[in-house]
């Protein structure tokens, strides 16, 4: 179970999956939310809680960097990889969720935390065409 709480220093101390060092709580506990606009963070015990985890997320129209492509007819099969020094990466699908360019990641494999500007895929051949996701995450599913 998920625990909402209140900060008063500000929710910008906390990042996505960090381990929230709290007083009064036995074991350790996770930050699996932010809401800037009430200034507060949810957390959760344990690091392989299940709120930690997403299959899916939205993301800002992303930049493609060597070759452009459509998402309006058809998805598009790429590589994700996620926080800052990540030495593996998960295939996913790319597919367009609107019509302002949102686009939907869905991945074959669970991802840990998923923090906005911490994403990245790549795709084409031997992965030379790359996606850059600017300010990635609008919406984890």
């Given at each position: 179970?998920?625990?909402?709480?209140?900060?008063?220093?500000?929710?910008?101390?906390?990042?996505?999956?960090?381990?929230?060092?709290?007083?009064?709580?036995?074991?350790?506990?996770?930050?699996?939310?932010?809401?800037?606009?009430r200034?507060?963070?949810?957390?959760?015990?344990?690091?392989?809680?299940?709120?930690?985890?997403?299959?899916?997320?939205?993301?800002?129209?992303p930049?493609?960097?060597?070759?452009?492509?459509?998402?309006?007819?058809?998805?598009?099969?790429?590589?994700?990889?996620?926080?800052?020094?990540?030495?593996?990466?998960?295939?996913?699908?790319?597919?367009?969720?609107?019509?302002?360019?949102?686009?939907?990641?869905?991945?074959?494999?669970?991802?840990?935390?998923?923090?906005a500007?911490?994403?990245?895929?790549?795709?084409?051949?031997?992965?030379?065409?790359?996606?850059?996701?600017?300010?990635?995450?609008?919406?984890?599913?």
């Amino acid at each position: 179970m998920a625990k909402l709480i209140c900060y008063p220093a500000g929710h910008y101390f906390y990042t996505l999956g960090q381990r929230a060092r709290l007083g009064g709580l036995s074991s350790p506990h996770y930050v699996v939310s932010k809401c800037p606009e009430r200034n507060t963070v949810t957390v959760a015990q344990g690091a392989a809680h299940p709120a930690l985890y997403t299959h899916s997320f939205l993301a800002t129209p992303p930049h493609w960097i060597h070759e452009s492509h459509d998402l309006q007819n058809q998805s598009k099969q790429c590589q994700v990889r996620t926080n800052h020094g990540a030495k593996t990466t998960v295939p996913a699908e790319l597919s367009l969720a609107n019509s302002s360019g949102i686009i939907r990641v869905s991945t074959t494999l669970p991802l840990r935390a998923i923090t906005a500007g911490q994403v990245y895929g790549a795709s084409g051949s031997e992965l030379k065409s790359q996606i850059v996701f600017c300010n990635a995450v609008c919406c984890v599913l």
